[in-house]
């Protein structure tokens, strides 16, 4: 699951249009910590 988070975090970084991110999902599966991992090496400010 983790992997395919990955991936689509960065299918959409690298895409043309950037549109606002929205992530859905059940409770306490790591929505936010996926974000994190994603974030803080990829941007300077993060907002979670």
Aim: glycine share 8%; charged share 20%; proline share 2%.
């Amino acid at each position: 699951m983790q992997k395919k988070t990955e991936f689509m975090l960065s299918n959409w970084n690298i895409g043309d249009q950037k549109k606002a991110l929205l992530i859905k999902g059940f409770r306490q599966v790591g929505k936010s910590s996926s974000i994190q991992m994603f974030g803080n090496p990829n941007y300077n400010h993060l907002l979670s």
